[in-house]
């Protein structure tokens, strides 16, 4: 069955750095999500990326997936403590079932 | 526009109790999801209703979970008798159909501690 990969598990990063966290599937998404979840609360969407090479900013978060619709990134430009949580990728496989990966934690060093 | 709701929120059962769990979608979403959500891991899809009718309840431990959507608005999701392994935030969503390319908004979760 298709599966997600998030990498890394986790991650702690100085305030004000970059940073980058990956999500990478085996076989051709169809649709790809990105979450963010603060601990005790529910998923906070963040983007949808539907076509390959597609980009899209909110804030000082940016997305993409690649052009073969197997990898996408989140990029996250001078990290605020605002943006510590788990961050977690969903897809529609070829079956039109939403996948999840496992989470990426998030910690900011202030 | 009011987001998903849930409730409770948080909850702590002995084993072999019952737990109930009530979810309110936002307003004309027909679709309504219930996930179960494991530390440490992503959520896991439990059932799945297009209004008030079951599209995907394959991962649903049939034995000792339910889950009802009268009207095709608010759901209620069943637990008995809750196990250990039950121990999770079960967290509600919607979208206004099914996936592929609608955008699904979660409810706050609600958290369950069987001990």
């Known amino acids: 069955s298709q599966e997600l990969e998030q990498s890394p598990q986790s991650l702690i990063v100085q305030e004000g750095k970059n940073l980058t966290i990956n999500c990478t599937s085996s076989k051709t998404l169809y649709g790809l999500y990105w979450y963010k979840q603060k601990y005790g609360e529910g998923l906070i969407f963040l983007m949808m990326?539907?076509?390959g090479g597609e980009e899209k900013s909110h804030e000082k978060i940016t997305a993409k997936l690649d052009e073969k619709k197997q990898q996408s990134s989140l990029h996250i430009t001078a990290s605020q403590p605002s943006h510590a949580g788990i961050y977690l990728c969903g897809a529609d496989d070829s079956n039109y079932q939403l996948i999840w990966g496992a989470g990426t934690k998030l910690i900011i060093k202030p | 526009e009011a987001g998903v709701a849930q409730s409770p929120r948080y909850k702590i059962i002995e084993k072999r109790q019952s737990v109930a769990f009530w979810c309110n979608p936002i307003?004309?979403?027909?679709?309504l999801y219930w996930y179960q959500q494991i530390l440490g891991q992503g959520p896991k899809l439990l059932i799945q209703f297009q209004n008030n009718g079951v599209v995907d309840d394959s991962q649903l431990p049939k034995d000792r979970f339910s889950a009802e959507r009268l009207k095709g608005v608010d759901s209620t999701l069943k637990i008995q008798p809750a196990k250990l392994e039950d121990s999770a935030v079960y967290l509600c969503?919607?979208?206004?159909?099914?996936?592929?390319?609608?955008?699904?908004?979660f409810g706050e979760g609600s958290w369950l501690t069987v001990v």
């Open positions: 969503a919607s979208s206004r159909a099914g996936y592929s390319g609608n955008t699904i908004y």
């Open positions: 990326l539907q076509k």
């Open positions: 307003s004309g979403h027909a679709t």
